[in-house]
């Protein structure tokens, strides 16, 4: 057998990560610190409570990597928790516009705590991702059963206009943050497997070669997905979310565009016609029931028309948000200063704007950079990763991110119409915070499975078991 | 699959790159446009919370702001609110501003760029910006006498008073009837500031009128004297000549008594009368003759030169931004029979008061008319003059031959005519009357008067107009109440 190829070897880089964990802290202590002396003139008296909190969540977290993924990426933890601390600072910050009794912040720290947890539990209790593999069918059927959930009478909730919520009790939770992940994993096993079969190519059309017939079946099936949750709970959002991951990983999976251009026009087509059944189909109640959609296009194309007095003042988060960004400016009016709470919903859905307002083009640009990071670092993972499960799993997460950011800011920001997803790690909520986590969890595994020096698959030249050894001399 | 993977990141790039340029148009490109929209609370929450500047006549402020101890930091105070609403105007909730507060918006809140120095060293001090201040050309004693006159009027009054130094433009006075407290339209709370709007919006008096600028009204006999200048300034007719006289004048195209102009009883003579004594008893016959004399064309032409159909005055501003003055209107197409009634400021001749003392202050002022205005000065918060209005001309309306003697034909209807009720004893006064119809039934005619004086070196020029007042129709005519009232501003401004 000849020498292991692998010549570059990753160092573990765990004191790097110290040292960008100090500085994540830096933010979000800071930030928590600055809220306090903008909003009340003083430093929260809870600063050192709240700062050791969070310092300790931070280092159980970097200790669990140094015993259980010493080769993990050093960067993802930093950034997760410098996000997620300046996340914390803003919706504290919008507690105490609010006033005395809401506690938001409070509850969201819990849920970090949580978060952090689970992030322990998995990379502790899950030493090998490919182990997940075996869970492919039971992650997929979980995934559709969570996804259809807010579809059930009694426990769906509709906050918004759109229906992706569960309500049971006092407890609200969003079951499709938990079934991206799931539904990551079930891709990945399933694409795997089947890759090849897939790759093969059917009809050849203006250079692009297309699938075959006979294998759209899996895609038919998300196409469908998308489309029960694009009319059943009226979200754009999400449709786009879950059909979006799947094409992308089909695609690195087969390699053919093909897939992409298919998918993409089956998207816009299947979205087109639920657009022309919101105006159009000939039975009111199914366009009363799509209304929401159309609305939410209109809002986005004439926001200024759904504002203010004498409309249905449907546009007020969008153009408030706008107001609130435009008043920032480059710099941001500084903590306290601004009036972020004229924003609907501005600390969860609209957090992006609530930042754009008090800290400036600056901070949501800073925001963008890290959010970019942890795309970087993920698609990374992927591309050194040595097993295609893996690789698989990591692009569908890294892509994950990519496109809930982009659908969430862009939405704000009114480059595209306006949906209810959460900002990752920033937006008060905690299936979304906690999902999250894990979600880094994962990419950290992968990463620190695909940046382990190689194992050494050379036999020895005599085996050991033979009765005598010959010394080799050097 | 690692080609894909980078094919992906690629994508991603393009999605991040999108956001972050789509964030650097909304909050740099878009952000000022976003300020100025008048439905953005944020603009209206920091307009309130910080310390605008007062607006001056001489050194009292009649606006100006003052700390507050409710949501925002200052509350805007009007010290005598009846007597300076019309000019003032009312810094209210959700953009609702007007007025002086409305044109001179970016200096009161100190964004003006004249007041950068200041600004700046606002900023580096870490103060918190402050607003400049803004003089106004209103001479207290003239206003206090112009209000007072319109007050003491019996019943429900509707009116307005504007005074002018015809040298400058300077707006001297500017009252109207009835007026409103401005304060009640600056409060903080928006349920109250929506039922003090709603309750003065819904007055049937409109109190939120500024009649001097913002209400045409048929100038009536006061037209006569732009229809005297556009005679003389045809060169055909001096101060002292005989002009066309009588009883009644059938307007050219009629027939009957409909098509019919006398003169209630005045004495005009007959055949040709001397200029001053049509003048001095306001002969309907003589100017509805002398506007078919001169046509339509020249009409137009004469009124056009004292301001008629333009548009001049933009100090005072409604919520919208745009000038409240409303336009006076000269008809530009008629016949003979409408030209004749034009002559007597009917038909669809419409002025407001600032336009009618501004044709008295041409005159006064030699033939020039001068641009009226109500912002004399810009202050920083330190009281540094950082600009000052200069005067400037806004037409040559006559010769100063034609002026003088327009002048003396009006200083005779004071001394021997209709407009006796404003004689000040030692000085010469310039004046004419006007009533005019209203042309409904039900609605009682409406009384003019207009004046300057010294007669030769006019300090001042007055335009008084009384919409409607509990006076008997009898007593409307002759400037029985117009005329005391023009003469107290006037004496105001001549006797400091």
Same mark, same amino acid.
């Given at each position: 057998?000849?020498?292991?190829?692998?010549?570059?070897?990753?160092?573990?880089?765990?004191?790097?990560?110290?040292?960008?964990?100090?500085?994540?802290?830096?933010?979000?202590?800071?930030?928590?610190?600055?809220?306090?002396?903008?909003?009340?003139?003083?430093?929260?008296?809870?600063?050192?409570?709240?700062?050791?909190?969070?310092?300790?969540?931070?280092?159980?977290?970097?200790?669990?990597?140094?015993?259980?993924?010493?080769?993990?990426?050093?960067? @993802?933890?930093?950034?997760?928790?410098?996000?997620?601390?300046?996340?914390?600072?803003?919706?504290?910050?919008?507690?105490?516009?609010?006033?005395?009794?809401?506690?938001?912040?409070?509850?969201?720290?819990?849920?970090? #705590?949580?978060?952090?947890?689970?992030?322990?539990?998995?990379?502790?209790?899950?030493?090998?991702?490919?182990?997940?593999?075996?869970?492919?069918?039971?992650?997929?059927?979980?995934?559709?059963?969570?996804?259809?959930?807010?579809?059930?009478?009694?426990?769906?909730?509709?906050?918004?206009?759109?229906?992706?919520?569960?309500?049971?009790?006092?407890?609200?939770?969003?079951?499709?943050?938990?079934?991206?992940?799931?539904?990551?994993?079930?891709?990945?096993?399933?694409?795997? +497997?089947?890759?090849?079969? @897939?790759?093969?190519?059917?009809?050849?059309?203006?250079?692009?070669?297309?699938?075959?017939?006979?294998?759209?079946?899996?895609?038919?099936?998300? %196409?469908?997905?998308?489309?029960?949750?694009?009319?059943?709970?009226?979200?754009?959002?999400?449709?786009?979310?879950?059909?979006?991951?799947? &094409?992308?990983?089909?695609?690195?999976?087969?390699?053919?565009?093909?897939?992409?251009? +298919?998918?993409?026009? @089956?998207?816009?087509?299947?979205?087109?016609?639920?657009?022309?059944?919101? #105006?159009?189909?000939? &039975?009111?109640?199914?366009?009363?029931? @799509?209304?929401?959609?159309? #609305?939410? %296009?209109?809002?986005?194309?004439?926001? %200024?028309?759904?504002?203010?007095?004498?409309?249905?003042?449907?546009?007020?988060?969008?153009?408030?948000?706008?107001?609130?960004?435009?008043?920032?400016?480059?710099?941001?009016?500084?903590?306290?200063?601004?009036?972020?709470?004229?924003?609907?919903?501005?600390?969860?859905?609209?957090? &992006?704007?609530?930042?754009?307002?008090?800290?400036?083009?600056?901070?949501?640009?800073?925001?963008?950079?890290?959010?970019?990071?942890?795309?970087?670092?993920?698609?990374?993972?992927?591309?050194?990763?040595?097993?295609?499960?893996?690789?698989?799993?990591?692009?569908?997460?890294?892509?994950?991110?990519?496109?809930?950011?982009?659908?969430?800011?862009?939405?704000?920001?009114?480059?595209?119409?306006?949906?209810?997803?959460?900002?990752?790690?920033?937006?008060?909520?905690?299936?979304?915070?906690?999902?999250?986590?894990?979600?880094?969890?994962?990419?950290?595994?992968?990463?620190?499975?695909?940046?382990?020096?190689?194992?050494?698959?050379?036999?020895?030249?005599?085996?050991?078991?033979?009765?005598?050894?010959?010394?080799?001399?050097? | 699959?690692?080609?894909?993977?980078?094919?992906?990141?690629?994508?991603?790039?393009?999605?991040?790159?999108?956001?972050? =340029?789509?964030? /650097?148009?909304?909050?740099?490109?878009?952000?000022?446009?976003?300020?100025?929209?008048? /439905?953005?609370?944020?603009?209206?929450?920091?307009?309130?919370?910080?310390?605008?500047?007062?607006?001056?006549?001489?050194?009292?402020?009649?606006?100006?702001?003052?700390?507050?101890?409710?949501?925002?930091?200052?509350?805007?105070?009007?010290?005598?609110?009846?007597?300076?609403?019309?000019?003032? =105007?009312?810094?209210?909730?959700?953009?609702?501003?007007?007025?002086?507060?409305?044109?001179?918006?970016?200096?009161?809140?100190?964004?003006?760029?004249?007041?950068?120095?200041?600004?700046?060293?606002?900023?580096?001090?870490?103060?918190?910006?402050?607003?400049?201040?803004?003089?106004?050309?209103?001479?207290?004693?003239?206003?206090?006498?112009?209000?007072?006159?319109?007050?003491?009027?019996?019943?429900?009054?509707?009116?307005?008073?504007?005074?002018?130094? !015809?040298?400058?433009?300077?707006?001297?006075?500017?009252?109207?009837?009835?007026?409103?407290?401005?304060?009640?339209?600056?409060?903080?709370?928006?349920?109250?500031?929506?039922?003090?709007?709603?309750?003065?919006?819904?007055?049937?008096?409109?109190?939120?009128?500024?009649?001097?600028?913002?209400?045409?009204? !048929?100038?009536?006999?006061?037209?006569?004297?732009?229809?005297?200048?556009?005679?003389?300034?045809? =060169?055909?007719?001096?101060?002292?000549?005989?002009?066309?006289?009588?009883?009644?004048?059938?307007?050219?195209?009629?027939?009957?008594?409909?098509?019919?102009?006398?003169?209630?009883?005045?004495?005009?003579?007959?055949?040709?009368?001397?200029?001053?004594?049509?003048?001095?008893?306001?002969?309907?016959?003589?100017?509805?003759?002398?506007?078919?004399?001169?046509?339509?064309?020249?009409?137009?032409?004469?009124?056009?030169?004292?301001?008629?159909?333009?548009?001049?005055?933009?100090?005072?501003?409604?919520?919208?931004?745009?000038?409240?003055?409303?336009?006076?209107?000269?008809?530009?197409?008629?016949?003979?029979?409408?030209?004749?009634?034009?002559?007597?400021?009917?038909?669809?001749?419409?002025?407001?008061?600032?336009?009618?003392?501004?044709?008295?202050?041409?005159?006064?002022?030699?033939?020039?008319?001068?641009?009226?205005?109500?912002?004399?000065?810009?202050?920083?918060?330190?009281?540094?003059?950082?600009?000052?209005?200069?005067?400037?001309?806004?037409?040559?309306?006559?010769?100063?031959?034609?002026?003088?003697?327009?002048?003396?034909?009006?200083?005779?209807?004071?001394?021997?005519?209709?407009?006796?009720?404003?004689?000040?004893?030692?000085?010469?006064?310039?004046?004419?009357?006007?009533?005019?119809?209203?042309?409904?039934?039900?609605?009682?005619?409406?009384?003019?008067?207009?004046?300057?004086?010294?007669?030769?070196?006019?300090?001042?020029?007055?335009?008084?107009?009384?919409?409607?007042?509990?006076?008997?129709?009898?007593?409307?005519? =002759?400037?029985?109440?117009?005329?005391?009232?023009?003469?107290?501003?006037?004496?105001?401004?001549?006797?400091?």
């Amino acid at each position: 057998m000849s020498q292991s190829p692998v010549t570059f070897t990753h160092r573990s880089r765990r004191g790097a990560e110290l040292l960008l964990l100090v500085l994540a802290l830096a933010v979000g202590i800071g930030a928590y610190a600055a809220v306090g002396l903008g909003v009340q003139g003083e430093v929260p008296a809870n600063l050192i409570g709240y700062g050791s909190w969070l310092a300790a969540l931070a280092v159980v977290a970097h200790v669990t990597l140094r015993f259980v993924a010493p080769y993990a990426d050093p960067v @993802l933890l930093p950034v997760v928790v410098a996000l997620n601390g300046l996340g914390l600072a803003i919706i504290h910050r919008l507690d105490l516009a609010r006033g005395g009794e809401s506690a938001v912040a409070a509850r969201q720290l819990t849920w970090m #705590t949580l978060g952090v947890v689970l992030f322990v539990v998995t990379l502790v209790f899950l030493r090998d991702h490919r182990v997940l593999q075996r869970y492919t069918y039971t992650c997929g059927l979980g995934a559709v059963l969570l996804l259809l959930l807010p579809m059930v009478p009694g426990i769906g909730a509709d906050i918004n206009g759109a229906s992706i919520w569960i309500r049971i009790g006092p407890m609200s939770f969003q079951p499709g943050e938990v079934a991206k992940i799931l539904l990551v994993i079930a891709f990945s096993g399933y694409l795997v +497997l089947h890759r090849d079969a @897939l790759a093969l190519a059917g009809r050849r059309l203006l250079f692009i070669d297309l699938p075959r017939g006979r294998d759209l079946g899996p895609l038919l099936m998300m %196409f469908g997905l998308a489309m029960v949750i694009l009319v059943g709970q009226k979200d754009l959002g999400s449709s786009l979310l879950f059909f979006g991951i799947f &094409v992308v990983m089909l695609y690195v999976a087969t390699e053919r565009p093909g897939w992409l251009l +298919l998918a993409g026009g @089956l998207f816009v087509g299947g979205a087109g016609l639920v657009w022309w059944a919101s #105006t159009s189909f000939p &039975v009111e109640a199914v366009r009363g029931h @799509l209304a929401h959609v159309k #609305t939410r %296009f209109d809002i986005w194309l004439h926001p %200024f028309e759904y504002y203010g007095e004498g409309t249905s003042d449907a546009g007020r988060q969008l153009v408030e948000s706008m107001y609130g960004m435009g008043w920032g400016g480059l710099l941001g009016r500084g903590f306290g200063e601004g009036s972020p709470w004229l924003i609907p919903l501005a600390d969860s859905d609209m957090i &992006v704007a609530a930042i754009g307002e008090e800290l400036g083009l600056t901070a949501v640009m800073a925001l963008l950079l890290c959010y970019g990071l942890i795309v970087e670092r993920g698609l990374r993972a992927a591309v050194i990763s040595r097993d295609n499960f893996g690789k698989l799993l990591a692009t569908g997460l890294a892509f994950v991110i990519a496109l809930q950011v982009f659908v969430v800011v862009g939405g704000v920001t009114r480059l595209i119409p306006l949906t209810g997803l959460t900002t990752p790690f920033l937006s008060a909520g905690g299936s979304s915070l906690v999902a999250n986590w894990v979600v880094i969890a994962l990419l950290l595994r992968i990463s620190d499975f695909a940046r382990r020096p190689a194992p050494d698959l050379s036999t020895p030249d005599e085996p050991d078991q033979d009765a005598t050894q010959v010394v080799k001399l050097p | 699959m690692n080609k894909p993977i980078r094919i992906i990141s690629i994508l991603c790039l393009v999605m991040f790159v999108a956001l972050l =340029g789509n964030a /650097t148009y909304l909050q740099y490109w878009k952000a000022g446009d976003f300020r100025d929209d008048g /439905t953005n609370r944020r603009v209206v929450d920091a307009d309130f919370s910080r310390e605008r500047g007062a607006i001056l006549v001489g050194r009292e402020p009649i606006a100006e702001s003052v700390p507050s101890d409710d949501r925002y930091e200052f509350q805007r105070t009007y010290p005598k609110p009846f007597l300076y609403a019309p000019l003032t =105007g009312y810094f209210g909730y959700g953009g609702a501003i007007t007025g002086v507060e409305r044109s001179q918006n970016s200096v009161l809140s100190g964004d003006d760029d004249r007041l950068f120095v200041t600004r700046m060293v606002d900023l580096l001090s870490n103060e918190g910006a402050q607003g400049g201040d803004v003089a106004l050309t209103i001479n207290p004693r003239a206003q206090r006498a112009a209000m007072d006159g319109l007050e003491a009027l019996p019943g429900d009054v509707q009116g307005a008073v504007v005074a002018i130094e !015809p040298s400058t433009g300077k707006i001297l006075a500017m009252a109207s009837a009835p007026t409103y407290d401005p304060n009640k339209l600056a409060v903080h709370d928006q349920g109250e500031w929506q039922r003090n709007a709603e309750q003065l919006e819904g007055n049937e008096s409109q109190p939120l009128l500024n009649r001097a600028v913002q209400t045409t009204l !048929p100038p009536g006999s006061t037209f006569k004297i732009v229809t005297a200048a556009a005679a003389l300034s045809t =060169g055909k007719y001096s101060a002292d000549s005989q002009v066309p006289g009588g009883a009644t004048y059938q307007l050219p195209l009629t027939s009957g008594e409909s098509g019919e102009i006398d003169n209630e009883g005045r004495d005009c003579g007959s055949g040709r009368i001397p200029f001053a004594q049509a003048m001095e008893n306001s002969c309907n016959t003589t100017f509805a003759a002398l506007a078919n004399e001169v046509g339509p064309e020249a009409m137009l032409e004469q009124a056009e030169a004292f301001g008629f159909n333009q548009e001049y005055f933009d100090d005072l501003q409604g919520t919208n931004g745009k000038s409240l003055q409303a336009v006076s209107r000269f008809p530009e197409e008629m016949d003979e029979a409408q030209t004749g009634q034009t002559g007597i400021g009917q038909f669809e001749v419409r002025a407001t008061p600032l336009q009618m003392a501004m044709v008295s202050a041409g005159i006064a002022n030699h033939g020039t008319v001068m641009k009226p205005y109500l912002v004399d000065e810009i202050q920083s918060a330190d009281s540094d003059v950082v600009d000052r209005t200069e005067p400037t001309e806004l037409s040559q309306a006559v010769s100063p031959e034609v002026a003088a003697g327009l002048t003396d034909l009006l200083v005779s209807t004071v001394s021997n005519g209709t407009a006796s009720p404003a004689a000040i004893p030692g000085i010469d006064v310039a004046g004419k009357t006007g009533t005019a119809q209203s042309g409904q039934d039900d609605v009682p005619p409406y009384a003019w008067f207009t004046s300057f004086a010294p007669a030769d070196n006019a300090k001042v020029a007055v335009a008084v107009v009384i919409q409607k007042a509990d006076i008997p129709r009898s007593e409307i005519a =002759g400037g029985t109440y117009g005329g005391p009232i023009a003469k107290a501003v006037m004496e105001a401004v001549i006797n400091q």
